[in-house]
């Protein structure tokens, strides 16, 4: 099991219901602000968004008020961080550490 990066804008990622993200900005965003490969995971409802430029970038799918984050390497970092700011949001790790790490 790897390790999930989260674009949230609650305190705590497992809160992003509380604070969500919602799914249409995200989807309006990704779109836009991008160059991103979509496709639809097999009976999911949201697409599955991933960098084009390169083959091994992270995947990224909106659920329950935030954006989960999938294989983010190092040299990812930058672009999700500055992601996260066009939603008004913050990465976080799945022990709660934010990004970029200080």
Do not use: C, K
């Amino acid at each position: 099991m790897g390790y999930d990066l989260h674009l949230t804008r609650a305190e705590e990622w497992f809160d992003s219901e509380l604070v969500p993200i919602p799914e249409p900005e995200w989807n309006a965003i990704a779109r836009s602000a991008l160059q991103v490969s979509t496709h639809y995971a097999a009976g999911e409802a949201s697409p599955v968004y991933q960098f084009e430029d390169s083959a091994d970038s992270p995947t990224m799918q909106w659920g329950h008020g935030q954006v989960t984050v999938w294989g983010a390497g190092e040299t990812d970092i930058a672009a999700l961080v500055a992601l996260a700011e066009r939603l008004d949001a913050r990465l976080m790790g799945d022990d709660s550490e934010t990004y970029p790490l200080e």
